[in-house]
């Protein structure tokens, strides 16, 4: 679980609002140890002072509106969840659809997990191990601390290894 704090202002003076998990979690039931939380999410302008309402209480997409931003953190799963004999694509994909709003919808069809968004994308490694596939096939592996910086480009993560991995995006809506 993801602990989340904010701060805001009250009569000019800063303070912590809220500390505490991420109600904007799930972990995925037809993916197993598949985790996304949307920690975060902002317009183009945010008002500030901040007006204390979460802003991913209620969400329509995961992808933020041009010049909005959000961040979202993600657990992969070894990639040999997904090959398993037991692993069902069409729940898995029921599940996308429903719990990754806006952001389901820009995978290829082939169950590839291939997606390009309009954004730009600052994809940072928490924990674990991925490897990033361009169009290509090329293979890029990460490891804890790397930071790709993905401009609206065809990709895909994959994780090879044998243990969860963790990746924070912070995503800004292009044009």
Known sequence: MVRRIVTAERDGKSYVLSDGPVAN?????????????????????PALPFDGNDPVAKVTSMLPT?????????????????????????AAGAEQMQFLPGLAETFDADGSGMHKTRTVDY?????GELWMELDDGELTHLKAGDVVIQNGTHH???????KPARMASILIGGE
């Not at 931003?69 to 692993?87: E, K, N, R, Y």
């Not at 895909?156 to 044998?162: G, K």
């Open 123 to 127: 994809d940072i490694i928490l924990e």
């Open 66 to 90: 041009p010049h909005g931003s959000a961040l979202i953190i993600v657990q992969f799963p070894p990639d040999s969840v997904m090959t398993s004999a037991d692993f069902d694509p069409v």
């Open 156 to 162: 895909a993560w994959r994780n090879l290894s044998d």
């Open 25 to 45: 979690t799930h972990d995925f039931a037809a993916v197993p140890g598949f985790q996304t939380t949307l920690a975060w999410a902002a317009p183009a302008v």
